[in-house]
């Protein structure tokens, strides 16, 4: 199959989880003696092409009016490159980038497409693929009818390629000012500074619950926490609705979906909405003053207290022990 | 003002899910159902809409499926809908029909906003908003945690991963509903009671000019499972201790 990869990022480098998106479909490219092409969309588009190009050719859709990812724009972009290179098979990771633009693109493409895959194999000239529903209470088995076919798929569940020896090619695609559609205006991004790891991309997450009270305490336990292992913060829903932590921080069926080496639950009841957003990390410590929560059940290592007194003692002795999660630089 | 207001039928996301042996669907004889909880948002957003226009607006509820999902239909009455409309489909359509057959009542109706959820949480798609405003050319605006009626349209804040993003987008326009948009009511007796009595349309696809085009097949469902076993620790230090020797 012909694979083209939307990629997203940061108008530096290709985002980790695009990354994932492109070792799925050089997985597919392999099985089928098919292709891997990136599609990056936006405005001074240089780094990240060559970024790109370490991995896979690129087209390049480079203009001021494609500067933010408004979804008409960028879908009409998308859909007239897949239908110009005949591409098979449109891949980007699942992301609320991918869920509103290619997701829009899947529209003009005529509807073939799966979302959130965690497995595929390549049987009988048909792509299979495998995708959570009820909230991953259940995996499907899935095929798509149709051409192209749209897929997003989890980063969690797949690796990087391994970068070529020599970069690839870079083309650039017209982009028709005239034509895009311009119904969405883009105004602002509010995002919180933090010094902090994404959630989606750290190895090591803690993530904080209606145990936590308000932002102070949410900084001062889940964030110190997380500074002591060196990871990132998340939280329940619960936190998010009380204003406490921003919608960013939500991992779950409706937020992200993480699997870090280690995820660290404090707090949290573990309703079956923010398993689905973490139950397949790595290794999974719960901290919860009632032994019977849920969250126990998935949990590798449990620990039955008052988060108000644990979390300090823990920070205390992750502090106290020798640096190991911060290497000391090599002088 | 008109508001459309697609509404699924979804099993209580509290109760278990079992799939039958042989993997071709999930039990669901004795499941509980409600009214998507996204959707519920969307249908609490539009009556708030309608009551901040001192009522100029008519809010019409629609369902693809069986004659059983009506009762999501009354649900959606009870909160305030003014009118609904079933589409009588016996087969569980696919993101692309159910976005076809939206098209199909869009061009009927003729309403100036569809207001729906981003996901329903059976399939977990997060595809149909989408794919109805590609096919009806309209902007859209996913992922709403904030909606303002400005000149030119609607002005939203969507929740993205990246944080808060603020849009505007013309009308008509196709929005779909995140988790904090509201809280949605609860209806009251009475208006339950009413609910039960008003009247529902229905059309089957015949009645829209629409034929199924597969292009999701479902081919095996199957349970998943969690395979560990929670060792328990009794101090911080114990904790840190094993979180030593597991990452060394
Ligand atoms: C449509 C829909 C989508 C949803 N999507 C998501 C999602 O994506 N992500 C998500 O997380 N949720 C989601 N939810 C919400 C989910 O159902 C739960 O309500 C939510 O996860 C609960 O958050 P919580 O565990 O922090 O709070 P609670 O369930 O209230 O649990 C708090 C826990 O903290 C413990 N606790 C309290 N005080 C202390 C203390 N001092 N020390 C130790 N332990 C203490 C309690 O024992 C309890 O177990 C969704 C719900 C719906 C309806
Ligand atoms: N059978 C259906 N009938 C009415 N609306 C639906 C149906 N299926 C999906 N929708 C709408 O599409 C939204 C997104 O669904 P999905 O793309 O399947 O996750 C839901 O929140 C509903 O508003």
């Known amino acids: 199959m012909k694979c083209l990869v939307v990629a997203e990022h940061d108008g530096a480098t290709v985002r980790a989880g695009s990354l994932a998106a492109l070792g799925f479909a050089a997985d597919v490219a392999a099985q089928t003696g098919g292709s891997t092409t990136w599609l990056i969309l936006g405005h001074e ?41 005949e591409f098979d098979l449109v891949v980007a990771a699942a992301s609320t980038f991918a869920k509103d633009v290619v997701g829009r693109a899947g529209g003009l493409l005529g509807g073939a497409m799966a979302s959130d895959v965690v497995a595929h194999r390549w049987e009988n000239d048909r792509l299979v693929m495998q995708r959570p529903m009820y909230a991953g209470a259940v995996l499907a088995t899935v095929v798509l009818s149709g051409s192209p076919q749209i897929v997003t798929v989890r980063p969690t569940a797949y690796a990087a390629p391994q970068p070529r020896t020599e970069p690839a090619e870079i083309a650039t695609v017209g982009i028709d000012a005239e034509t895009l559609p311009q119904h969405i205006e883009w105004l602002e991004l509010e995002t919180r500074p933090t010094h902090r790891p994404d959630v989606s991309e750290a190895q090591i ?28 913060t998340g939280s329940s829903r619960a936190l998010v609705d009380a204003g406490i932590t921003p919608n960013e921080f939500q991992v779950g069926q409706t937020g992200k979906i993480v699997a870090p080496e280690l995820y660290c639950a404090v707090g949290i009841s573990g309703a079956v909405q923010h398993l689905a957003g973490m139950k397949n990390s ?49 002088s | 003002m008109k508001i459309l207001v ?32 996204f959707d519920a948002i969307a249908v609490e957003e539009a009556v708030r809409i309608r009551e901040q226009r001192d009522g100029e607006t008519e809010i019409l509820a629609v369902t693809i499926g069986e004659e059983v999902c009506q009762d999501e239909l009354r649900t959606a009455l009870a909160m305030g809908a003014d009118r609904a409309l079933l589409v009588v489909c016996l087969q569980p359509p696919d993101p692309w029909n159910v976005a076809r057959i939206l098209r199909a009542v869009t061009q009927r109706e003729q309403p100036d906003l569809v207001l ?19 096919l009806l050319d309209w902007p859209q605006a996913t992922f709403a945690s904030r909606l303002n009626f400005v000149d030119n349209g609607l002005r939203v804040a969507r929740e993205t991963d990246a944080g808060l993003e603020t849009v505007t987008v013309s009308l008509p326009a196709v929005v779909t509903t995140d988790l904090r948009l509201n809280e949605p009511r609860y ?9 039960r009595k008003q009247s529902i349309d229905q059309f089957c696809l015949a009645d829209l000019a629409v034929e199924l085009e597969p292009r999701l097949e479902i081919r095996h469902l199957e349970t998943t499972a969690s395979a560990r076993s929670c060792q328990w620790v009794t101090s911080a230090a114990e904790l840190v201790d094993r979180l030593r020797r597991e990452t060394h």
Request: aromatic share 4%; charged share 25%.
């Open chain 1, 45 to 85: 588009l240089n780094d990240v092409s060559q970024h790109a190009a370490r991995y896979a050719a690129v087209l390049a859709g480079d203009h001021p009016l494609l500067a933010a990812p408004t979804a008409d724009r960028y879908a009409a972009v998308i859909d007239d490159q897949t239908r110009r290179g």
């Open chain 1, 205 to 232: 997450v803690v993530s904080g619950g209606r145990a936590i009270r308000d932002r102070d305490d949410f900084e001062r336990l889940i964030g110190g926490l997380a500074d002591a292992l060196g990871g990132a």
């Open chain 1, 282 to 330: 790595k290794m999974i410590v719960a901290i919860n003053q009632d032994a019977d929560a849920p969250i126990f059940e998935v949990a590798d290592y449990g620990l039955v207290g008052d988060v108000y007194q644990v979390v300090p003692e823990l920070i205390q002795r992750l502090k106290d022990e020798p640096d190991r999660h911060h290497p000391p630089p090599e």
């Open chain 2, 6 to 37: 697609p509404c699924k039928r979804v099993p209580d996301a509290d109760q278990k899910i079992e799939v039958h042996p042989d993997g071709s669907a999930i039990i669901s004889a004795h499941l509980p159902f409600l009214l998507n909880p």
């Open chain 2, 116 to 134: 729906m959820g981003k996901q329903a949480v059976d399939d977990d798609s997060n595809q149909v908003g989408q794919f109805l405003a590609a």
């Open chain 2, 187 to 195: 209806a009251s007796l009475t208006s339950i009671l009413k609910a």
